[in-house]
């Protein structure tokens, strides 16, 4: 009997013990249809340090379905620093309180406002994201994107500002009435402002805002964990130079973390390494002020970036890229060596590896003056060789306006956006050979001096080469006119290694995308190419060229349009040069008759 009782006590003490916590879990939110006009409560952020402030609210009101299936609460805070800065960016997150309970996140205002009012996201659609699974990464490539991508020549670093879409598109009409989600600070360490300029541009789409900051909270004491109130970073690139997005934690529930009340760049799943963060000051602004923080500690990784929030993990790490930049001057002898680690992300990476590019070459080299600079580059993708790169290129204005055009940013996001498989970069490398001076040379004509060779016979193409600074030069290349040839009009093409374009097969997969890359010219060579009357084929990632035609006919129906390409057969010779070669001459003639032998 008494053995029975001490199970019965200890049975009633655990239903005691979930029944309370239960009910403890049911207060610690309060549901939208519970708050009306007039409540009052307080919120948590950081407005200098590492501690959450108290700041207080009253309810303005409840905006229904202001998003698909997502309420508004309009609050109206109190602070000594929000009644002289208004609504803050970098407060997105930020929790607010109702009748003790958890209400949702700060996270929306407006431009130019007079009265600090802000937008509040629901804490029931913040944990809605909670529910959603996170699976393994793999993102998708919408169609357009890779036929754009087969040709391999889609530059998208080069590209113009991203254009958002979705719910970032929804806050660019310019409409500085419109309640809009409080602008992201982004804090940059290391930067200059070409590079910040080129960043602004990327980070615009997505409501954020370049600050000069800090890379680490030097004499700041961290925290170690996130708290509600305290300050998140998220990290898009650290090292020598450090790119944070600064936000507020709204709720911790175990190893989840929820923050913002709105997304970031609204990529759905991902991953992002995020950090404790330091806030130095709030910097007041008559349009919109912001937060200047400073990353502190990696305890954890974005892994959901959704409309009403994101979520991080303290139980996962993001992998970053690691980059290193090797940059050596031959008028001064110096070395300078530089590393940084940045995201991996298909839009994102090869724009901030652009920015780290041009921020070097400005911090090391930025005479303006004429120079000569050639970049060798490894890309090492998992699972296979690494990829070699080669660029070079010549300015009369320094290096730095030549760092926006160098080709390896565009092949490092053509290889990330591939349409085939999900391509995981290991590492970066990248060499800078800085000379001074104008090594290159323009070609100004060219001819044959054999106006009716035959098949098979060798002729001289004699090439006028004008070197800057010098005189005039002709260099001569013998051609082997091919021998099925006879009565036909060929034509010789002789250019500059950056000027002449391979024939690039149509890739099949990953590897053929690569192999495009090694087709590319030395930028320091010349290139003569021999181009016959006739068709080819480009059949998976190969290039079938002097075909008959009856089997391209029979070919055509065989194959998708993706696969099969009409060509001009192309013989081509490569002569490396210690320069860079400009121009390019094109010279037809007309093949003879074969001669008896």
């Keep these: 009997m008494n053995r029975v009782k001490i199970h019965t006590g200890i049975i009633a003490a655990i239903m005691i013990s979930v029944a309370?916590?239960?009910?403890?879990?049911?207060?610690?939110?309060?549901?939208v249809d519970e708050i009306e006009k007039g409540m009052k409560g307080y919120g948590l952020t950081v407005f200098e340090g590492t501690e959450p402030e108290k700041f207080q609210v009253e309810v303005v009101g409840v905006v229904p379905n202001f998003f698909l299936r997502q309420d508004i609460i309009l609050v109206r805070v109190s602070h000594p620093v929000t009644d002289r800065a208004g609504v803050i960016g970098g407060m997105s997150g930020s929790p607010i309180y109702i009748d003790g309970r958890l209400a949702g996140a700060l996270a929306y205002g407006w431009s130019f406002q007079k009265e600090p009012i802000a937008g509040v996201t629901p804490i029931a659609n913040m944990l809605d994201v909670l529910?959603?699974?996170?699976?393994?990464?793999?993102?998708?490539?919408?169609?357009?994107?890779?036929?754009?991508?087969?040709?391999?020549?889609?530059?998208?670093?080069?590209q113009g500002p991203i254009e958002p879409i979705g719910f970032h598109a929804s806050f660019r009409s310019g409409n500085d009435t419109m309640l809009a989600p409080a602008r992201t600070p982004i804090t940059l360490s290391g930067f200059h402002s070409p590079a910040m300029g080129m960043i602004e541009e990327t980070l615009s789409a997505f409501g954020m805002i370049p600050m000069m900051g800090g890379a680490g909270g030097k004499g700041a004491k961290d925290p170690g964990k996130f708290v509600p109130g305290g300050a998140i970073g998220v990290q898009l690139v650290r090292g020598d130079m450090s790119a944070t997005g600064i936000g507020t934690v709204t709720a911790v529930r175990d190893e989840n973390v929820l923050a913002f009340g709105h997304p970031m760049f609204n990529m759905g799943q991902g991953l992002l390494p995020v950090t404790t963060g330091r806030i130095h000051t709030v910097i007041a602004s008559l349009r919109k002020s912001n937060k200047l923080g400073s990353p502190l500690g990696?305890?954890?990784?974005?892994?959901q970036?959704?409309?009403?929030?994101i979520v991080a993990r303290t139980d996962r790490r993001a992998p970053m890229i690691p980059v290193t930049f090797e940059l050596k001057d031959a008028r001064s002898g110096r070395k300078e060596k530089y590393k940084v680690e940045m995201i991996s992300h298909r839009l994102l990476t090869a724009r901030f590896l652009h920015a780290v590019l041009v921020n070097i070459i400005q911090n090391a080299a930025s005479d303006a003056t004429d120079v000569t600079a050639e970049i060798t580059g490894r890309i090492k993708v998992s699972g296979r060789d690494p990829v070699k790169l080669h660029d070079a290129a010549i300015s009369r204005r320094g290096l730095a306006t030549l760092a926006r055009y160098f080709r390896p940013s565009g092949i490092v996001a053509a290889i990330l956006a591939n349409p085939f498989e999900d391509a995981t970069i290991e590492a970066l490398e990248f060499d800078v050979q800085l000379r001074y001076g104008l090594e290159h040379s323009t070609i100004v004509g060219a001819y044959v001096t054999a106006q009716n060779p035959a098949p098979g016979d060798v002729i001289n193409l004699h090439v006028r080469l004008r070197p800057y600074g010098g005189d005039e030069r002709i260099v001569t290349v013998p051609i082997r006119i091919?021998?099925?040839?006879?009565?036909?009009?060929?034509?010789?093409?002789?250019g500059g290694g950056d000027v002449m374009t391979p024939v690039m097969p149509t890739p099949q997969n990953l590897d053929d995308m690569i192999k495009n890359v090694e087709r590319f010219y030395p930028p320091q060579s010349m290139v003569v190419s021999v181009n016959i009357p006739g068709e080819g084929v480009s059949l998976r990632g190969h290039v079938l060229e002097q075909l008959p035609n009856s089997a391209v006919s029979a070919l055509k129906p065989s194959v998708g349009v993706e696969q099969l390409t009409t060509h001009r057969t192309a013989l081509s010779e490569v002569y490396p040069t210690s320069h860079l070669v400009a121009g390019k001459e094109t010279i037809t003639i007309t093949v003879g008759s074969r001669r008896n032998r």
Aim: include cysteine; charged fraction near 25%; proline fraction near 8%.
């Design 298 to 303: 990696e305890i954890g990784a974005l892994v």
């Design 20 to 31: 309370c916590h239960v009910a403890h879990g049911d207060r610690r939110t309060i549901p």
């Design 305 to 309: 970036d959704r409309q009403a929030c």
């Design 482 to 494: 091919p021998e099925a040839t006879q009565g036909s009009k060929i034509q010789i093409q002789v």
């Design 131 to 158: 529910k959603r699974k996170v699976g393994k990464n793999r993102p998708s490539v919408p169609m357009r994107l890779a036929r754009a991508l087969l040709p391999f020549i889609s530059d998208q670093a080069r």
